[in-house]
């Protein structure tokens, strides 16, 4: 089945640094990627999507200039936290569709947990 | 606004009940319906996916649509510990695949 790899599973940092997060599909192309964030006991929330070769499309109240989105593959697309703050501090989830499977199912990357400090 | 609501819980079964998880959505245009499971820290797990009215069964699981009422259920059957998560609910309104997610229902199997 699809498998979204994420990388790196943890990552702690100091305020006004930026963090990458890496999302890789590894046995199918994605032409388009979820970005989502998770505060404690909230639900998933979409941030933007992700379009390979493309500008990335923003969910309302995300800064685009604040999370930078690129999709330079078609199987890896990169969400980099700039100068990120303690209110940044999340859990980041991207998916991906295999579109071979001609399903509407979206795969879950394992996420990775941001804390600023 | 599309919403999906779901209530909170906790919801707490004894093992070998039936568990059972609502949820509501507001856009009438939804065509894809979702259940994922999610363990405490982890991503979400794909549980079962319905698109059209009726039931849909898959093992102990049952998904139960009704686009007239926007209203997607899950049930459990012989509950297990190990079925013991949030429950999320999950819905997409056109061809962009966009998930429009609830809180989640948090279930509590109790051995």
């Known amino acids: 089945g699809a498998v979204v790899s994420q990388h790196p599973s943890w990552v702690i940092c100091k305020s006004g640094t930026s963090v990458k997060i890496e999302c890789r599909s590894l046995d199918f192309q994605a032409t388009t990627m979820f970005w989502y964030r998770q505060f404690p006991k909230q639900s998933l929330m979409l941030m933007a999507t992700s379009n390979e070769g493309s500008k990335a499309t923003y969910e309302q109240g995300v800064e685009k200039d604040k999370f930078l989105i690129n999709h330079a593959s078609l199987t890896l697309s990169t969400l980099t936290v700039t100068s990120a703050h303690p209110e940044d501090s999340s859990f980041y989830i991207c998916?991906?569709?295999?579109?071979?499977?001609?399903?509407?199912?979206?795969?879950f990357g394992a996420g990775s947990r941001l804390t600023v400090l | 606004q599309k919403e999906v609501e779901q209530n909170s819980g906790p919801l707490s079964v004894p093992e070998g009940a039936i568990a059972s998880l609502n949820c509501t959505y507001s856009?009438?245009?939804?065509?894809?319906f979702f259940w994922y499971r999610q363990y405490s820290g982890k991503s979400p797990e794909l549980i079962m996916s319905?698109?059209?009215?009726g039931d849909k069964e898959d093992g102990r699981f049952t998904a139960q649509l009704n686009k007239a009422s926007q209203y997607v259920s899950l049930l459990i059957r012989d509950s297990q510990p190990s079925d013991s998560a949030t429950y999320l609910c999950a819905v997409t309104s056109g061809s962009n695949y966009k998930l429009t997610f609830g809180k989640g229902t948090l279930l509590t199997v109790n051995p």
């Open positions: 856009d009438r245009g939804s065509q894809s």
């Open positions: 998916s991906a569709r295999d579109p071979s499977t001609g399903a509407n199912v979206l795969t």
């Open positions: 319905i698109y059209s009215n």
